[in-house]
Nanobody, 121 residues
Framework: QVQLVESGGGLVQPGGSLRLSCTAS????????MGWYRQAPGNERELVAS????????NYADSVKGRFTISRDNAKNTVYLQMSSLKPEDTAVYYC??????????????WGQGTQVTVSS
């Protein structure tokens, strides 16, 4: 099994910043892609940002480009999401997603428990 533990959510004023972290542990041979998704009430879960295994390729939702930065520390099996210039519309539950291999025959696609981000004055 692969477990993901998220941290860093909270309440912040518009224009403020937060950094989310997500650490994967358990039976992991290798990690390929890591990413962050979010889901606001009444909306579907959407991709916020993703990063490849080497960290050389990142992808962002248009709504967060230039404000959010995704990064990863492979030695710690951790992915980060630095969020700046936060807006009320960024309010959502943020979920970490990690994909990789548990063996040469078995892959995994794991989700974190979610962390609430609220942007409000």
């Amino acid at each position: 099994q692969v477990q993901l533990v998220e941290s860093g959510g909270g309440l912040v004023q518009p224009g403020g910043s937060l950094r989310l972290s997500c650490t994967a542990s358990g039976s992991i041979v290798s990690i390929s892609a890591m990413g962050w998704y979010r889901q606001a009430p009444g909306n579907e879960r959407e991709l916020v940002a993703s990063i490849t295994s080497g960290g050389s390729i990142t992808n962002y939702a248009d709504s967060v480009k230039g404000r959010f930065t995704i990064s990863r520390d492979n030695a710690k099996n951790t992915v980060y999401l630095q969020m700046s210039s936060l807006k009320p519309e960024d309010t959502a539950v943020y979920y970490c997603n990690v994909r990789g291999s548990r063996s040469i025959w078995t892959s995994f696609n794991s989700w974190g428990q979610g962390t609430q981000v609220t942007v409000s004055s």
